[in-house]
């Protein structure tokens, strides 16, 4: 059974910082790209961030610059940092791996208040 199990979320002032964490079972992890997505209310979930098996990253021009990806295959675990945050950052970020089906994780709540 695939889980994905976010962690790291909550209340930050604007130009504040955040470390989401993912960790994975279910899946040989270091084998999988990976993908951090987030959902504003009211808007569509889009993608944020991707780190494929072999370490190659593709970020939203939105957060580049100001967002790293990356993932301890060690751990089963995905991260995102995110720097110099704004509050259109606010929104639910999920995890998510693309299998025999997509998976996705819970999600974790991150605000960002002016």
């Known amino acids: 059974q695939v889980q994905l199990v976010e962690s790291g979320g909550g209340l930050v002032q604007a130009g504040g910082s955040l470390r989401l964490s993912c960790a994975a079972s279910g899946i040989i992890f270091s084998v999988s790209a990976m993908d951090w997505y987030r959902q504003a209310p009211g808007k569509q979930r889009e993608l944020v961030a991707v780190i494929t098996s072999g370490g190659r990253i593709n970020y939203a021009d939105s957060v580049k610059g100001r967002f790293t990806i990356s993932r301890d295959n060690a751990k089963n675990t995905l991260y995102l940092q995110m720097n110099s945050l704004k509050p259109e950052d606010t929104a639910v970020y999920y995890c998510?791996?693309?299998?025999?089906?997509?998976?996705w994780g819970q999600g974790t709540q991150v605000t960002v208040s002016s």
């Open positions: 998510h791996t693309r299998g025999l089906f997509d998976y």
